[in-house]
């Protein structure tokens, strides 16, 4: 495949006695990334309901975009003329962009898989499309990504385990596609810097499709990998299980991408297996809503509870949100239908995750990683037991709520 020259390189910095947990960094053309890195998704060219100066601002030095949304919408040639989605949309970090492969499958009306690819119904009009790998690339070399993402057949939990071998096969029969094309680009003459193909490991929750996947993903030496296929509705025992057999799996002077993971706990679960890099749209999905994150679980903002309380969201956070505004003011600008409420729920958020991720790396720097996460779920898990309790106590028929909340 083509050959891939500086900048990009990645490279730890320090590992935990305990656990699979490293602290690095990856150069890209558009800056270094700390890791372990949570990414903002910014899946139409915005992170919703924030302006980038403020993404910057929270730490975010990585964003993703989407192929399948930006193909769309406002289309991949329209971006290439303004020089890239980062001049396009005014982001100076660095851009992971998605391959779509999750998108044709969770979103779209009627799609069909083929060995060409998939063809599917846009959900935004029903206009009939179709994505292959070389159309992926295609996208994503116009977008100008620093990370591209092969194109890849996601399946959701529950399928046979004969469904995911055809899976895997598919995947790597795409992938091999990607690269050919992604190859024959001539990148170093056409962007002045050098965008990187990551491969996806497949398989669902079977072991041997797991471990057959991701041996034909090192075989291509690619500059690194994910784990998909997980968050997909697989109970949560199953998808750490896959995730630390499948890190482990994975050579260890590359990246480690697991795809769609967002909550506090299974980051530093997922983190203690080797993972490196995560991206969620739960930060800010939920602050549209009016939930906030806290260490102490999840907070619904706009909950009469909240109406006269004069805290902080969370009392430990240095976001901006947090050093200016109370609880009730937040709560009051939901239900007035201002939209600096989801503004500043964002906002609050993505702050909270990258500091999140900075006290992760601290404590690695540290040698203090695994008393860290410790307490990290410990709060986690107790903060959601009492949210849990509160609306039990709140709602006719009392527990029985407990597990629909």
């Not at 800056?31 to 890195?37: L, N, S, W």
């Not at 199953?238 to 990246?255: H, I, N, Q, S, V």
Request: glycine share 10%.
């Amino acid at each position: 495949m083509h050959k891939l020259d500086a900048p990009f390189k990645f490279k730890v910095l320090a590992t935990d006695k305990n656990s699979s947990a490293r602290r690095g960094a990856i150069q890209t053309g558009h800056g270094e990334i700390q890791t372990p890195v949570f990414m903002p998704v910014g899946t139409s060219g915005s992170v919703k309901a924030m302006t980038f100066e403020s993404v910057w601002e929270s730490g975010a030095r990585i964003i993703l975009g989407n192929t399948y949304h930006l193909y769309l919408r406002p289309g991949h040639e329209l971006i290439k003329s303004f020089g890239g989605l980062h001049k396009y949309q005014g982001w100076d970090g660095a851009i992971l962009s998605d391959s779509a492969g999750y998108q044709v499958f969770s979103l779209s009306n009627l799609n069909k898989v083929t060995e060409d690819g998939v063809a599917f119904r846009s959900h935004l009009d029903g206009s009939k499309h179709m994505f292959t790998p070389e159309l992926s690339m295609e996208i994503q070399l116009a977008l100008g990504s620093d990370i591209v993402m092969a194109f890849d057949h996601c399946l959701p939990y529950g399928v046979a385990e004969s469904e995911a071998a055809k899976a895997v096969d598919r995947t790597h029969r795409w992938l091999q596609r990607c690269v050919k094309t992604f190859g024959e680009e001539g990148l170093a003459n056409e962007n002045p810097w050098q965008q990187v193909l990551f491969g996806i490991v497949q398989g669902g929750v079977y072991e041997n499709e797991r471990r057959r996947s991701a041996a034909q993903l090192v075989d291509l030496n690619l500059p690194g990998y994910a784990v998909g296929g997980l968050s997909v509705g697989e109970p949560t025992p199953a998808m750490r299980e896959m995730t630390e057999l499948t890190a482990g799996l994975l050579p260890a002077d590359k990246p480690r991408y697991l795809m769609g993971v967002g909550y506090p706990d299974d980051i530093v679960d997922s983190v203690s297996r080797g993972i490196d890099m995560f991206d969620c749209v739960l930060p800010t999905r939920l602050a549209r809503k009016g939930t906030v994150i806290t260490r102490d679980g999840r907070l619904v903002v706009k909950n009469s509870r909240y109406q006269d309380d004069s805290r902080p969201i969370d009392s430990e956070c240095n976001c901006p949100v947090c050093k200016r505004h109370s609880r009730a003011y937040i709560r009051h600008l939901f239900h007035a239908g201002e939209m600096l409420g989801p503004m500043l729920a964002s906002t609050h958020n993505i702050c909270f995750y990258q500091q999140f991720m900075q006290e992760i790396r601290d404590s690695l720097e540290a040698g203090e990683f695994s008393s860290y996460a410790s307490r990290v779920r410990q709060r986690w898990i107790d903060g959601e037991k009492h949210r849990l309790e509160e609306i039990a106590s709140a709602t006719p028929g009392g527990r029985k709520s407990i597990n629909n909340p």
